[in-house]
């Protein structure tokens, strides 16, 4: 029975995807919910399943075609898979595991069976066939997934002489032109638009994160057997984030024409890097969550932004926004706004640094931390203010947890 697969219905806030991968090609055996499909939007990628076990009877938008919310995509033939298909299967899975067998006897590493086996079933067939190993293939899917044409085409190159060494003409200027992604296109606007757009301002400090360092140190090992959460650096900045935010509300607002909109909540966005480019998921209610939820919430993020699994309504939204740079290394630097918010707090790398301190040179690790915000809505008097709140709340972590 002939089944229409369709687009899933985007929210409102996305007006329509792109095809980024098919898995499955027309005459393929697909199991139910197995992903055939990949549609790539302005946020995330959104994955499409088999309604059931059957066939890809005719794709009807191909890779690289724009699709609209609920649009059909393919074609679905539903029913058993056919004995040809599933012996197909059985024998393609025999070959991975003697590909196993072999791999473990010999002299190759064993980490071979991962990779095969962690392949879709049309690519272990092909891997399997070709007698390739998938650790010599390069992926061109997303997220470096190998493709059946990866094989195909690695097949097809010339074998280099066993002896000699890879080499580039003398004075030869490669270059590679690839299409930018959605996202990444998407992202540029923001940041151009909120250059322009706005009348953006940095101020900075420093904060001297020994205090908080200790006390992690001293309960870090506890706090993770009570909570089975890692005692992070992070949780501390969005509870000091949120404690300011409700001492300096115009920092909590944000511009919509005409009119200012103060939020009675706390939603504080946390900026993560992911292979597909920035991405800013949300805490919600901040003010209501504990550190250990707050450091859950972060890392189940930073889980989600590696897999490709952050839904749209993991990043919608958000009243403030924390990016922290010293991940990568970053000294000091200037966050760009994540409009319609009013302001961003940028972390950076703890380095330690001879500071004085009651007339004494004391070595301490310090961080700069940089505040962008718009002038149209924050005044320096209040965004100076806002940037001293979280400094005095973290280097007294106390009055951050009794509330003083």
Not at 100 to 117: D, F, I, L, N, S
Not at 290 to 304: L, M, Q, S
Request: hydrophobic share 40%; net charge negative.
């Amino acid at each position: 029975m002939a089944t229409e697969i369709k687009a899933p219905v985007f929210p409102e806030s996305v007006a329509d995807g792109t095809i980024a991968t098919w898995h499955k090609q027309p005459g393929e055996a697909v199991s139910r919910d197995e992903v055939i499909c990949d549609i790539e939007t302005d946020k995330v990628v959104l994955e499409v399943v088999a309604p059931a076990d059957g066939t890809i009877a005719s794709i009807i938008k191909g890779e690289g075609d724009t699709v609209l919310s609920n649009e059909v995509i393919a074609q679905f033939e539903e029913g058993a898979v056919s004995g040809a298909a599933q012996t197909e299967a059985v024998q393609s899975e025999a070959k991975v595991e003697q590909a196993v067998v072999q791999t473990e006897a010999g002299a190759a590493p064993v980490v071979e069976r991962a990779q095969v086996a962690n392949q879709a079933p049309a690519v272990r067939k092909a891997l399997t066939e070709s007698g390739i190993p998938a650790a010599d293939v390069a992926g061109t899917g997303r997220g470096g997934r190998i493709t059946k044409e990866d094989v195909a085409n690695h097949q097809t190159k010339p074998a280099a002489p066993a002896a000699a060494p890879l080499s580039v003409a003398v004075g030869e200027r490669v270059e590679k032109r690839v299409p930018m992604t959605r996202l990444r296109k998407r992202v540029a606007e923001r940041l151009l638009a909120a250059t322009q757009e706005t009348a953006m301002l940095t101020t900075f400090n420093e904060v001297n994160m020994k205090p908080i360092m200790e006390m992690r140190a001293q309960y870090k090992d506890a706090f993770e057997k009570r909570h089975g959460a890692r005692l992070g650096f992070m949780s501390f900045f969005v509870k000091a984030a949120t404690e300011a935010l409700k001492r300096y509300p115009a920092v909590n607002a944000s511009i919509d024409g005409d009119d200012i909109v103060y939020h009675g909540y706390y939603d504080i966005g946390v900026a993560v890097s992911s292979e597909r480019g920035l991405v800013v998921p949300v805490l919600r209610d901040t003010d209501r969550m504990n550190y250990a939820e707050v450091e859950n919430g972060i890392r189940d993020f930073a889980y989600k932004a590696r897999d490709g699994k952050l839904g749209i309504e993991d990043m919608t939204g958000g009243t403030f926004t924390i990016t922290n740079g010293g991940t990568f290394g970053s000294l000091l630097s200037t966050p760009i706004l994540n409009t319609p918010q009013t302001a961003i707090l940028g972390m950076h790398k703890i380095q330690e640094r001879p500071m004085a301190v009651n007339g004494q040179v004391e070595i301490l690790p310090m961080m700069y931390l940089a505040l962008s915000y718009d002038h149209r809505l924050i005044d320096g008097k209040e965004a100076v203010g806002f940037l001293v709140t979280i400094k005095e709340l973290l280097e007294e972590p106390a009055k951050l947890i009794l509330d003083l």
